[in-house]
């Protein structure tokens, strides 16, 4: 019998290091929407829906690349074991760009943008995928930056073209292409996800929702949110590219949380919401250590419990595990 997309994904990662988180909750920097309790800081503050419009977008810069070495700027992060196969980060404008250290370079390379804490997510995703480039883009705190980012169609180009160029530049290799693309976020880092969708889903390959996938309620005639209905516009690229993984033409990570919110679906909440639309439903239980699953094609789902700071940036460690069940899909087809 033909092995299952996570065994396969577990034989891909080999001896690649997950480990486990160690946050510090004051160093959290909560998700847009701001979460409740001790998970921001005491603060039960919700903040507006993003808006495309509240800032121009943010292109990133031909500057010269740096390679400075990477700071740890929080303590919630899986365990640094080094950049392994791949250079150190440089850096153009915003971007950071890690290469693979392997030469030559084949004719087309295959792309991990990760947004928010991308140095986090970078310390899994090395020893998942030797072979990708990463691109991490951290903009602050709150999904409004990063919603305002990549708001203009032409702002994701730019990035892709950032990486390319960088591509060629580490390798001396004129010709070298950006392949595949695949998206992963965590936390507020969702929202420059799904603009990218809006504009740019045919040029994606897999997306990895790490505790990632927000939405707003709906709201009743008299402007009230109806807790707990889904507002599914915002949703619309993101059930798109989870029915292309259904049929197995591209890949799709999605984690939840207990993480509460106020004013704005959970990641749970919206996982359900998804799963619904699929004719399926969110499969019960699941903790901190031992999620629940749901597989479908190339559609795959883990509800993890927890509402603590620590059980929200436990998902930053994810990220190897989705890289790999991206990459285990791409061999066995």
Not at 48 to 65: D, G, L, N, T
Not at 68 to 75: K, L, M
Not at 82 to 109: C, D, N, Q, Y
Not at 110 to 120: G, L, M, T
Request: proline share 9%.
């Amino acid at each position: 019998m033909p092995s299952s997309p996570r065994v396969r994904a577990r034989s891909y990662l080999g001896l690649a290091v997950v480990g486990s988180v160690a946050c510090a909750p004051a160093m959290y920097d909560p998700p847009h929407p701001r979460v409740t309790g001790q998970m921001a800081r005491g603060s039960s503050v919700s903040t507006p829906p993003p808006s495309a419009s509240e800032r121009p977008p943010v292109a990133a810069s031909s500057a010269p690349p740096s390679s400075a070495p990477e700071r740890s700027r929080f303590a919630c992060a899986p365990p640094d074991v080094g950049f392994s196969g791949h250079g150190p980060w440089t850096t153009r404008g915003k971007l950071k760009i890690s290469v693979p250290a392997a030469r030559p370079l084949p004719p087309e390379v295959d792309v991990i943008f990760h947004f928010h804490f991308s140095d986090a997510a970078r310390r899994t995703l090395v020893h998942a995928a030797p072979d990708v480039a990463i691109a991490g883009l951290d903009l602050g705190e709150g999904s409004r930056v990063y919603g305002a980012a990549l708001a203009d169609p032409r702002s994701f180009v730019k990035l892709l073209g950032d990486v390319e160029a960088t591509l060629r530049e580490q390798s001396g290799q004129p010709d070298v292409r950006v392949g595949r693309v695949a998206l992963s976020s965590w936390s507020a880092g969702f929202a420059a996800t799904t603009r990218v969708l809006k504009h740019h889903a045919r040029r994606i390959d897999a997306v990895f929702f790490l505790d990632s996938l927000y939405a707003p309620y709906e709201k009743d005639e008299a402007g009230a949110l109806r807790i707990g209905a889904v507002y599914g516009p915002p949703l619309a690229g993101a059930l798109a590219f989870a029915r292309r993984a259904t049929r197995g033409e591209a890949t799709m990570f999605v984690s939840t949380s207990d993480a509460p919110t106020i004013g704005y679906a959970s990641t749970k909440e919206v996982a359900a919401w998804l799963l619904a639309h699929l004719g399926a439903r969110l499969p019960p239980g699941g903790t901190v250590a031992e999620p629940a699953r749901f597989d479908r094609g190339a559609l795959h789902v883990e509800v993890h419990g927890g509402n603590s700071a620590e059980a929200h940036c436990a998902h930053l460690a994810l990220a190897g595990q989705a890289a790999a069940l991206w990459r285990a899909r791409l061999v066995a087809r």
